[in-house]
């Protein structure tokens, strides 16, 4: 069999490969590779190199192929991510059941904010699905939150004006994280959208890092400035409590 493989054969090959060393309960040597997918070793060789050159896979001591770092990077952000799903959720849906408005868990992803987790409040007006929307960092009261405890970086370049309302100055939005930090939550109002204002607030891990943040949104008629305010609180309220529920049940246990 010739060496030279179509781009599209070449592909399912890899991925054969890559699928191999992910399913095998004892990681596999290049011989083994080579051998149960009948390929030359020389090709076997090379497509591995190509694997291993962009994180998917690499060797492990004896000169075994394991997984790689992307993929397991990967998927331990998606593990934190579903042990913070399940962490909040109820803080989410008590806070949706108070307030009647939209609450929302967000964390920080390879230089994006990420909406995971979402429960709807009892107002049809104002109950969008935000989970899997792009949202800037700078225009939300949930990035603004990620931004101000280091959980993100404000991004390089232009900062998206989505309304009049949103900040786009460098010094004014550093400005704005300074005062996130000091009263401990972020507020916006029609930054992200005309009508839409938010408060939130963060999450954190057991040594202080901030992981993720939680916010209460919904249209400006129903909610002033100071019932922000006032959901703010409540929510590093809740977020406290929780918390405190949990190391407890750890020190008990």
């Known amino acids: 069999m010739s060496e030279l493989v179509s781009g599209t054969q070449a592909i399912d090959r890899a991925s054969a490969l890559l699928i ?68 909040m959720h109820p803080v989410l849906e008590k806070l949706a059941m108070s307030t009647g408005e939209t609450a929302n868990l967000a964390v920080a992803s390879n230089g994006e904010m990420k909406l995971i987790d979402q429960v709807d409040g009892h107002y049809l007006l104002g109950a969008t699905n935000w989970v899997g929307k792009r949202i800037p960092f700078h225009a939300s009261a949930l990035g603004k939150i990620l931004l101000a405890y280091g959980a993100a970086t404000i991004p390089l370049g232009k900062l998206d004006k989505l309304t009049t309302k949103t900040i786009t100055s460098r010094p004014r939005l550093l400005s704005e994280l300074e005062n996130v930090r000091k009263k401990g939550f972020a507020i916006i109002v029609d930054e992200l959208e005309d009508g839409l204002v938010a408060v939130a607030a963060p999450i954190r891990e057991d040594d202080g890092r901030v992981v993720g943040a939680i916010s209460i949104s919904g249209p400006s008629p129903r909610l002033t400035q100071r019932d922000l305010s006032k959901i703010g609180e409540v929510i590093i309220q809740e977020i406290h409590v929780l918390q405190a529920n949990h190391e407890g049940k750890i020190g008990a246990a």
């Open 20 to 87: 191999h060393v992910l399913e095998a309960t004892t990681p596999p040597i290049l011989s083994e590779l080579s051998r149960t997918h009948e390929i030359p070793k020389s090709t076997t060789s090379r497509m591995l190199s190509a694997l291993e050159r962009q994180g998917l896979v690499r060797r492990d001591r004896n000169g075994a192929f394991i997984a790689g770092d992307v993929l397991t990077q990967f998927a331990r952000s998606q593990n934190h991510d579903s042990v913070l799903v399940s962490r």
